[in-house]
């Protein structure tokens, strides 16, 4: 009896370590078809120099791509195969069209890949147990399964637009009016998720919530305040990923202290 619960016991700690698995590689995946998406953008907005650098971040996808599916496949289950296949496809169609697609539809086509991936991370860690395996809080699990990745693509979306702007030396009002958009859902994000992290656990994470509040306050001064545009691009797109690989880093973190949990 001792036995049969033992084995049960480590089949479950192995399930949430695909789980983990899971996660963690969800973020180079996202890190590239963000940064894709950026780069695309500037490119499909007149400036036909960034055409290498889209043609080597569709390698660094590519690969991305292979481990994530290769991590579903190794369940070998027909619903984890389907959303395997669905990714490839969805990854292929849209690296084959993007060179000629219009900034808007290939926004729009990177933010639905992404999404896509942010829900089915959501869905999964909540529908298969984890949470009940974690000596978590609730603030630590839903930081790990949905706010922290979902402030990473809020950020991505802010870096993909702010470029575009900051290329274009002020851009068009919609595009205006999306940022400044973002730019309110990261602060919530950020006091309804990092600042309770902070609260919570301390200053560990007090880095990533500076980081972040630096950029949104070189957003708000480059951008949303500025008539006229002044900011380079590649100072912007630095500034955001700084923000952004900081959303990374407390995945990163969240993930080991997850399995130290187990």
């Given amino acids: 009896m001792i036995l049969k619960a033992q084995l049960l016991k480590n089949k479950q700690r192995q399930h949430c370590l695909w789980l983990l698995e899971f996660i963690r590689l969800s973020v180079p995946l996202v890190k590239n078809i963000q940064q894709h998406r950026a780069m695309s953008l500037v490119y499909l907005n007149g400036d036909k120099s960034m055409q290498s650098k889209v043609l080597t971040k569709q390698g660094h996808v590519d690969s991305a791509v292979l481990a994530f599916s290769q991590l579903y496949q ?13 990714l490839i496809n969805s990854w292929k169609q849209l690296k084959s069209s993007v060179f000629q697609l219009q900034p808007a539809s290939s926004f729009s086509q990177h933010a639905q890949l992404v999404t896509e991936i942010l829900l089915n991370i959501e869905k999964t860690c909540h529908s298969k147990g984890l949470k009940a395996s974690l000596d978590f809080s609730d603030a630590l699990f839903l930081a790990l399964t949905k706010s922290v990745p979902l402030l990473t693509e809020v950020l991505g979306q802010s870096r993909g637009i702010g470029m575009v702007i900051a290329s274009q030396g002020g851009g068009s009002i919609s595009n205006h009016v999306k ?46 305040e500025k008539e006229q545009i002044e900011v380079k691009p590649d100072d912007y797109f630095q500034q955001a990923t700084e923000a952004i690989d900081q959303t990374f880093w407390l995945i990163d973190v969240l993930i080991r202290q997850a399995k130290r949990s187990l």
């Fill in 74 to 86: 190794s369940k070998n289950t027909p619903s984890q195969f389907a959303e395997s296949e669905h």
């Fill in 179 to 224: 940022i400044k958009h973002l730019y309110q859902q990261c602060q919530t994000i950020v006091s309804e998720t990092l600042d309770v992290l902070v609260a919570e656990e301390g200053a560990e994470y007090l880095r990533c919530r500076e980081t972040i509040d630096q950029f949104l306050i070189f957003l708000k001064a480059e951008i949303l």
